[in-house]
């Protein structure tokens, strides 16, 4: 069966500093997507960057990046230039035939 | 955007009543959607999966006849809490797949959420 662990609990980081979130996961399938999802306190879920597992090329989307091990099966998170918008649980999941399995989050907060 | 809406945002019941929450696709059709339950400071843990038509597949240790799905339309999905106890108190969240998406175009879209309390 497949599983996604996130190790952090909890970051902090000084508002404009960059931080990573780790995640790492386990399966035997070949082709599958990573994602990870932000739910703010509003505890809206909120897609932030996805990553499809045959693409060797990281994925970025502006101030969010990943970087992606496959043969290690880590799936770690970097924010750059930290904004206290930011502040928020961060989730990692990994897909395959529509369903996510779900890391337990990382709290990130956001120092002024 | 894919906008899923999710009815009521809060609600507050006696032990022994009923709740029904509402999950809708308000602009694209979903054949899938899932139901989620959040305790605080956890993650999304997947109670049932919901299928327009057919019955829903729960996930191992959710009680079927607690817990009552019917997706009767491609675009909601019910999920009602039978006889609610304390227990049964926590955060649900719905999701759904657009039906013409595949996974990485379109991999979930979530309600805003309910806070359930039973008192």
């Known amino acids: 069966a497949q599983t996604v ?3 952090q609990p909890e970051m902090s980081v000084q508002e404009a500093e960059t931080v990573t979130l780790s995640c790492t996961y386990d399966t035997s399938e070949s082709d599958y997507y ?13 897609l932030v960057i996805r990553q499809e597992a045959y ?8 101030r969010f990046s990943v970087n992606f091990q496959k043969a290690a099966k880590s799936f770690s998170l970097k924010i750059s230039d930290s904004q206290l918008g930011d ?3 961060y989730f990692c999941a990994y897909g395959s035939n529509y369903q996510l399995i779900w890391g337990a989050g990382t709290k990130l907060i956001i120092k002024p | 955007g894919a906008v899923v809406s999710q009815h009521p ?18 602009d694209f059709q979903a054949t899938t959607m899932f139901w989620y339950r959040q305790f605080p400071k956890q ?12 019955k829903a597949t729960y996930e191992q240790g959710v009680e079927k006849d607690k817990f009552l799905i019917n997706h009767a339309s491609l675009t909601l999905s019910t999920l009602t809490v039978t006889s609610a106890h304390p227990e049964d108190s926590s955060f649900y969240i719905c999701s759904a797949r657009d039906l013409g998406d595949s996974l990485i175009n379109s991999p979930l879209h979530f309600g805003n959420g309910t806070r359930l309390t039973v008192t």
């Open chain 1, 5 to 7: 662990t996130q190790s």
């Open chain 1, 34 to 46: 990573l994602f990870w999802y932000k739910q703010p306190p509003s505890r809206q879920m909120i």
């Open chain 1, 55 to 62: 693409k060797q090329q990281n994925a970025t989307e502006n």
């Open chain 1, 87 to 89: 502040a928020a649980m």
């Open chain 2, 9 to 26: 945002s809060w609600v507050i019941c006696k032990s022994g009543t009923s709740v029904k929450i509402e999950c809708r696709s308000l």
């Open chain 2, 43 to 54: 993650s999304l843990m997947l109670m049932a999966t919901s299928n327009e038509g057919s």
